[in-house]
């Protein structure tokens, strides 16, 4: 009964799955509730149920009766009488209300709270969407203080890119299957859509490009077109407008024709009739983003035609609609690029395929740019790029999709990573130019066209949108990013924190504190120095597996060898990626003196023993490293622990698992990558912990009972502790290990390391002296998100952990399992922990 009551008096509801992200309206507390003196009406100034102010009158309504429990009539009469009126500054001329407001740009607002009147006031219907998001935003984060203020984007391209496929998978979705797509066409049922325009909408997303870049021409059938239509539908009462990817080879793949030469009329033709076509069913359609000639995909160059000539055959298109063409520059060529050769550096590509066209595209052609010139890794200078596009209007690509940076199974807030960027001053001319305030906001360069942002986002039909809570203080960051590129990280990420759990002080300063963590705990255990994310790179780009960035064309390569590290990607002696930089920066970058530490190893190649600015050798630095990352994650579940019972249990639970799997993951990472520049360099760690792991008992050093398992090595040899590993013998039949423990009596935490493969589920259960300690399944098929893998591996390799168990010297442990096909039920140590031991 007590614990009831404390749940009823702290307001907090019972089961919470993320649906409503940080829109909840969650009731404040009736103390909190007493000091709001808000006006017992709302009018909005526009009577048609699709238009967004409409929208804003029915939100500000749901809204309001969500946070302090009030029902106030929307109607949609100017009236004397206090109230939350909401309108374009228009709509508030026209009938008749004085309001004396600076001049706002396309999609800014005004929101006064300071008369007996809130004012919300919108250059247009979306902005002033915007401002009804921004007053119940100040609401539900009990702020009632007195403001008034106009507030305008710093750029017009907000977008953000879905990467889903047509048969309702996601390309690097780890959220479930696509809210847009199902079976090669579009869904029927609206309401996830709407719901997710919504979310956009109130972080002042103003487009969608719902369809991969890898594209499907099928998204142009008759079908899908009038899909679309009813899409555009769905979210244009929320000020967001729809974008599609196209596939350059349409004409020729969907509509019969013999080339997809951009140059070639009947190609023009069928490009201005399709566009049409599309335009009858979306007239409002915000355009088009267009990968070509990257990674397989087809392109103008195939015929010798420049990307230029790529671009401008939908731009023309589009023209006449209004539309515009996002189109990419992570344009590269991954089958000719030869790690032998010094010289070649897939870096290099966007500057030298995008400078000399520089003035070539037409108008209404926005050049999207992913933030650094590989891609999305942990770390990257910003993409020397935008300081060629002096004539072509540039668009910033982010990944709020984690595909490098831990699939969402690891809590990793990213603007403190794309601040980095946005904040770096290119030195264009050798004059400020800042990237985000100078660049992409079109003040310094591309003055004449739109700018701005698009975020690669993979929502999903999971109902936390992103596959986990916490992660969706990214997608809230980045909207509020692209409006305000100078917004503070913390304060966005505290405001995201307050709507999303509540009020509570130590609810905040815990998510946040571990939030602002969590990157660089992550560039710690998973590449530092600027080597990037030492993942995968031909497989699922999850765990670690250092050694398959090298020896293949894909060009993200760390020239590894057994003394030295790091691309040399100086002019003097390298690559010349430094020099694509305006002086200043290229010439900082050119010499190591000059090259910060966190970007070394992109730069510069240096002997492990090249010592740092920190005083440390490169290998030190990446032994230290890799074990404060683990350490620093070991602290997220505890950290996390502090909230049970200030939020609902729900979210509590799903949280608190994905975190003790981070912090296990993370010590996978940290041995995998230790391990294996250990293994190449021959230099041990000065600090005596790699490869020395006394309070752990290898699998293979247990007793493997009646012949049921049997000892294996693995690849990449570094993902298994003393390189070896067990595994079942039969498929199906129950197997078990055994040891006596030497430890002295007292209270350990038992860690157990296994691997978790997707086929199959294993079943494991620890015994102490014959006791029952736990029992677990291989099922991380169906708790976490990350691309699922057959084989022991990085990405496989999972830990569970048992707190708080009394052991005695000479006990012993068994580990009963149960094979399930192909999942041989894997073990690879048992470690017993000592209070504050992370190992
Ligand atoms: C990365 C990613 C691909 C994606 C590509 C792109 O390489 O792994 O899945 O298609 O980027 O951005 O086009």
């Not at 984007?153 to 890119?161: D, E, Q, Y």
């Not at 699998?699 to 070896?724: C, D, I, K, Q």
Request: aromatic share 10%; charged share 20%; glycine share 10%.
């Amino acid at each position: 009964m007590r614990g009831f009551w404390i749940l009823a008096t702290l307001g907090l509801a019972a089961a919470e799955d993320g649906l409503h992200g940080w829109l909840r309206y969650a009731r404040l507390p009736c103390d909190i509730v007493k000091q709001a003196h808000i006006p017992s009406a709302i009018i909005a100034l526009n009577t048609t149920e699709t238009s967004p102010i409409f929208t804003a009158g029915q939100e500000l309504q749901r809204g309001i009766k969500g946070i302090l429990g009030k029902a106030l009539t929307v109607t949609h009469e100017a009236s004397d009488s206090p109230s939350v009126i909401v309108g374009t500054a228009a709509a508030f001329n026209e009938s008749g209300i004085t309001i004396e407001i600076p001049e706002l740009e396309e999609d800014g607002f005004w929101l006064s709270t300071t008369g007996d009147t809130v004012e919300i006031v919108g250059q247009n219907e979306r902005g002033a969407l915007y401002g009804a998001f921004e007053y119940l935003s100040m609401l539900a984060q009990a702020n009632f203080n007195e403001v008034a203020y106009a507030t305008n984007p710093s750029a017009a391209i907000r977008w953000v890119n879905q990467w889903d496929n047509m048969d309702g998978t996601i390309e690097r979705g780890y959220a479930g299957l696509s809210i847009f797509f199902k079976d090669n066409t579009t869904v029927s049922n609206m309401t996830r859509i709407t719901e997710y325009a919504r979310l956009l909408s109130s972080i002042r997303v103003n487009g969608i490009v719902i369809n991969n870049v890898n594209a499907n021409p099928i998204i142009l059938s008759d079908e899908n077109m009038k899909g679309l239509g009813r899409i555009a539908d769905a979210m244009r009462p929320w000020g967001v407008k729809l974008g599609i990817s196209l596939n350059f080879a349409s004409p020729q793949t969907f509509g019969g024709l013999a080339s997809f030469d951009p140059l070639a009329e009947e190609v023009i033709a069928w490009w201005t009739d399709t566009v049409d076509k599309v335009y009858e069913h979306v007239p409002d359609l915000a355009g088009f983003l267009v990968k070509a000639n990257s990674e397989g995909q087809p392109g103008p160059i195939t015929y010798n035609r420049t990307l230029a000539d790529g671009a401008n055959l939908f731009a023309k298109a589009a023209k006449p609609h209004g539309g515009i063409v996002m189109f990419r520059a992570f344009v590269y060529d991954y089958q000719n690029l030869d790690e032998a050769n010094w010289k070649d550096d897939r870096a290099n590509a966007a500057a030298d395929y995008f400078r000399d066209l520089d003035g070539a595209f037409d108008d209404n052609v926005i050049v999207q740019v992913k933030y650094g010139p590989i891609d999305f890794q942990v770390r990257e200078p910003a993409s020397p790029l935008f300081a060629h596009l002096k004539e072509t209007p540039s668009a910033i690509e982010l990944q709020i999709a984690q595909e490098y940076l831990g699939q969402q199974c690891h809590l990793v807030y990213l603007p403190p990573l794309w601040k980095t960027v946005l904040d770096f001053d290119l030195r264009v001319d050798g004059e400020k130019s800042v990237i985000g305030t100078d660049i992409l906001s079109g003040k310094r360069l591309n003055k004449k066209g739109l700018t701005g942002y698009a975020g690669v986002v993979n929502v999903g039909l999971n109902t936390t949108w992103l596959g986990t809570h916490l992660a969706m203080s990214n997608l809230y960051a980045y909207g509020r990013l692209a409006w305000d590129p100078t917004d503070n990280e913390v304060s966005l990420l505290e405001d995201w924190t307050r709507l999303t759990f509540g009020l509570d002080d130590t609810v905040r300063e815990v998510i946040t504190r571990m939030s602002m963590e969590s990157w660089p705990a992550y560039e710690n255990y998973t590449g530092n120095l600027g080597i990037q994310t030492l993942t995968d790179i031909t497989g699922p780009h999850y765990g670690p597996n250092p050694q398959s960035m090298d020896n293949n064309p894909w060009g993200q390569w760390t020239r590894a060898d057994a003394d030295s590290i790091g691309m040399d990607r100086t002019v003097g002696n390298g690559t010349g990626f430094a020099g694509q930089y305006p002086e200043e920066v290229a010439s900082a970058f050119e010499e190591i003196e000059t090259t910060p530490d966190d970007l070394l190893l992109w730069f510069h190649h240096v002997p492990y023993t090249h010592v740092l600015k920190n005083g440390k050798t490169v290998i030190q630095h990446f032994y230290d490293a890799h074990y404060a990352g683990a350490e620093t994650a070991a602290t997220f579940p505890q950290q996390w622990a502090q909230l049970q019972g200030l939020i609902d249990q729900q979210r509590y639970e799903e949280m608190l698992f994905r975190l003790t799997y981070q912090a296990g993951h993370a010590i996978v990472w940290r041995d995998s990558i230790a391990q294996f520049y250990h293994n190449i360099s021959g230099i041990p760690d000065a600090a005596g912990r790699v490869g020395h792991h006394p309070w752990r008992i290898e699998a293979e050093a247990m007793t493997l009972l009646n012949g049921g398992y049997r000892v294996t090595e693995v690849t990449p040899f570094e993902v298994a502790s003393g390189l070896h590993v067990i595994q079942t013998t039969s498929n199906s039949t129950p197997a078990s290990v055994t040891t006596t423990l030497r430890f002295p009596a007292g209270v350990y935490d038992l860690a157990v390391a296994y691997y978790d493969l997707y086929e199959g589920q294993a079943q494991y259960e620890l015994f102490l002296n014959n006791a029952s300690v736990g029992a677990w399944k291989g099922d991380n098929e169906d708790k976490l998100g990350f691309t699922l893998t057959r084989g022991i591996d990085g990405h496989s390799a999972t830990r569970i952990t048992f707190k708080g168990v009394q052991i005695g010297e000479g006990d012993v442990v068994r580990i009963d399992s149960r094979p399930d096909g192909r999942e041989t039920a894997p073990l690879d140590y048992l470690a017993v922990l000592p209070a504050g031991v992370v190992d």
